[in-house]
């Protein structure tokens, strides 16, 4: 493919054109009641410079890789240049916080610079995150600390490579700029490098988009926003009415259904699933203190910040996506002739859940005779293993693949070997716990023997839903060390080998590993708050 520059790219703005604005330009926080977004421009900073970026997304959108650091490139990136369509804005958002209605949130920012059409013809909004203050930046400052930038623009990469939806990241820029943060809200506040990163994605429409609409009686724009999402974004539903609205609501449900699996899937904890932070596109949205299970615990969540209740802990993240879908349908309700029928979105995300994590599992172990609904005692014995010594998720489910099930005759140590790695404390493999992990293996094995599959076929199964690579908490957190010291050769090495993590790479293994013992308790690693 023949990929062009940055500046080639022709911007289109259909939300702003669609949709009503903000009469006032005033850049100061406020209410901005009636409208859905505001015109605002990006607050230029002192010196952009270009320190990673996505060649995926690039080709996606048709544009080809510039060079590290200062220059044109990185100037668009950060926002202190426009480029000839571009309408930049901050969209105007609510949302449900931690179970409570928030009101009016909306881009405190993020800034939209605008629509472009990539080669294949599918449009992509860009968007820079920590581009300055805007009317929704309440008593925030609109910027973003480099820390979290490298967290969202690694960690948009890496789902897309496992194959979950997401939006994605084109671009991370340093801005030369000082931002102060109080990581730990303990008040010790300091001075960090602030990073901007330009995400990429069909649309960042949330449930709150609607949430606002409704909840302040503003029914024609709801109904708007609602026609623009159906027309832009679902256009096999058909053309507006009562009943689309209804089948918009049960798509959006059955993809957030998919979504939620897909975390299950592979141990991704998002850890701030508020109503602003889901997408009308069944994405994975907003990067923060999300973080990666490493030893299986569904209780377990990154986010200080919710470390009393834990409600957006990893086992309950599909349960939370169903309350946010109910608060979506309650948005939609207005709107729709029948809206006792918004219902049946709620069953559409249960079933579509239920099946598609069936699915998932019979995978992730390579059988097609698991009883997913529960009650498979191979199952619940697995979890209960999984859970009863701290034991690395991604690890074992990778080396699971790995044990000799067709070989009764080898010895215990050969079919614990493949996931002995697993294991953060190894003594334990010389205590009971042995004893239940083999026993669990050779019940394993029958199953997997019963089915009388090849073992090649079922390997490549397991292995395409078993990622061997992930952005382990404290990866992610090597990456930012090495940035702060201007290297960013961390960065560029995980976007390389998680974009295939299915793969065996050589010489990568050293990434594939369980976290090392100084990363348990280190900030960053382990704990994250929202400070970001
Ligand atoms: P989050 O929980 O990070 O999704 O953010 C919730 C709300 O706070 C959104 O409206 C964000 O735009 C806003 N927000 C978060 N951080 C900042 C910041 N540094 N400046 C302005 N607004 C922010
Ligand atoms: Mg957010």
């Not at 881009?107 to 990539?118: F, H, K, N, S, V």
């Not at 598609?356 to 498979?376: A, H, N």
Request: charged letters at 20%; one cysteine or more.
């Amino acid at each position: 493919m023949n990929l062009s520059d940055l500046e080639s790219l022709s911007f289109a703005s259909a939300f702003v054109d669609t949709l009503p604005g903000d009469p006032s330009s005033r850049n100061v926080p406020r209410r901005v009641p009636g409208a859905s977004y505001s015109l605002v421009a990006p607050t230029p900073v002192v010196a952009p410079s270009l320190l990673a970026w996505s060649d995926a997304v690039g080709a996606q959108l048709g544009i080809a890789r510039p060079p590290l650091g200062p220059g044109p490139v990185a100037d668009v990136l950060a926002g202190n240049r426009l480029l000839p369509g571009m309408r930049p804005y901050a969209a105007r958002y609510g949302g449900h916080q931690f179970g409570h209605w928030a009101d009016q949130l909306g881009d405190g920012r993020a800034i939209t610079l605008g629509e472009a059409q990539g080669p294949d013809g599918r449009s992509f909004e860009l968007q820079l995150k920590g581009a300055g203050p805007t009317p929704y930046s309440r008593q925030a400052d609109g910027r973003a600390v480099l820390r979290s930038s490298v967290r969202e623009f690694l960690c948009s990469e890496a789902m897309h490579g496992l194959g979950v939806p997401t939006t994605r990241a084109l671009s991370l820029v340093a801005t030369g700029d000082l931002v102060v943060r109080d990581m730990f809200y303990d008040g010790h506040p300091e001075a960090e490098p602030g990073a901007i990163v330009c995400r990429v994605a069909p649309s960042f429409v949330r449930f709150g988009h609607f949430e606002i609409h409704a909840t302040h009686g503003e029914i024609d724009i709801l109904r708007t926003l609602a026609d623009y999402v159906v027309t832009t974004h679902y256009p096999e539903l058909g053309a507006p009415s009562s009943a689309t609205y209804l089948a918009l609501f049960e798509e959006v449900c059955r993809r957030t259904a998919v979504l939620a699996a897909h975390w299950t899937r592979v141990g991704f904890v998002h850890g701030v699933l508020n109503t602003d932070n889901m997408s009308i596109l069944g994405l994975t949205i907003d990067y923060g203190p999300y973080g990666w299970l490493e030893g299986y615990d569904p209780t377990w969540t990154p986010n200080t910040t919710d470390a009393a209740t834990r409600r957006y802990r990893y086992g309950q993240q599909p349960n939370i996506a169903l309350w946010n879908l109910a608060r979506l349908g309650e948005a939609l309700s207005p709107l729709i002739d029948t809206p006792d029928d918004l219902h049946r979105g709620l069953e559409v995300f249960r079933s579509t859940f239920s099946t598609v994590y069936g699915t998932m599992l019979g995978d992730k172990l390579g059988l097609d005779t698991l009883d997913t609904t529960g009650e498979d005692p191979l199952l619940t014995g697995l979890f209960s293993l999984l859970e009863a010594e701290e034991t690395d998720m991604t690890i074992f489910f990778r080396g699971l693949a790995r044990v000799p099930v067709d070989d009764d005759g080898s010895d215990d140590s050969a079919w614990v070997a493949p996931v002995r790695e697993a294991f953060y404390d190894p003594a334990v493999l010389d205590g009971p716990h042995r004893a239940r992990l083999l026993a669990w293996l050779r019940e394993y094995a029958a199953r997997v023997r019963g089915e009388r599959r090849p073992r090649e076929q079922r390997m490549a199964r397991m292995d395409a839903a078993n990622p061997k690579y992930v952005l382990r908490n404290y990866l992610a957190q090597q990456a930012i060390d090495a940035a702060m010291t201007g290297d960013t050769d961390v960065i560029a090495r995980l976007l390389r080998v998680l974009a295939r993590p299915y793969d065996e790479q050589p010489g990568e293994d050293d990434l594939a590993q369980r976290r090392p013992e100084w990363a348990r308790h280190r900030p960053g690693c382990s704990a994250l708050s929202c400070s970001s």
